[in-house]
Nanobody, 121 residues
Framework: QVQLVESGGGLVQAGGSLRLSCAASGSFFSIDAMGWYRQAPGKQRELVASMNDSGNTNYADSVKGRFSISRGNAKDTVHLQMNSLKPEDTAVYYC???????????????WGQGTQVTVSS
């Protein structure tokens, strides 16, 4: 069983900053990748940023230079530092991990419950 606990969402004025955190726990062998996605009302869920176990990162063009993803030393936590926030960043932000139950097993995706980020103008 895998659990993800997200924290750090909230209300902030445009130009402000927020830091999201996601902690994974449970019975898994490894986490191959961790990332953040977001879904605004009436829009599809989209990738915000991701990081694999080699440290390679991927960012949506809309957040490059403003957001930064990092993983904790234990590799079971992921953070999203969001600076220079804009009203269009308003969305529910979801943590997702790609994990393996055993070293030889397939990898699976698991989603968190989501945390609301609201940026006022």
């Amino acid at each position: 069983q895998v659990q993800l606990v997200e924290s750090g969402g909230g209300l902030v004025q445009a130009g402000g900053s927020l830091r999201l955190s996601c902690a994974a726990s449970g019975s898994f062998f490894s986490i191959d990748a961790m990332g953040w996605y977001r879904q605004a009302p009436g829009k599809q869920r989209e990738l915000v940023a991701s990081m694999n176990d080699s440290g390679n990162t991927n960012y949506a063009d809309s957040v490059k230079g403003r957001f930064s993803i990092s993983r904790g030393n234990a590799k079971d936590t992921v953070h999203l530092q969001m600076n220079s926030l804009k009203p269009e960043d308003t969305a529910v932000y979801y943590c997702k991990i790609n994990y393996r139950l055993r070293s030889w097993s397939l990898s699976y995706d698991y989603w968190g419950q989501g945390t609301q980020v609201t940026v006022s103008s």
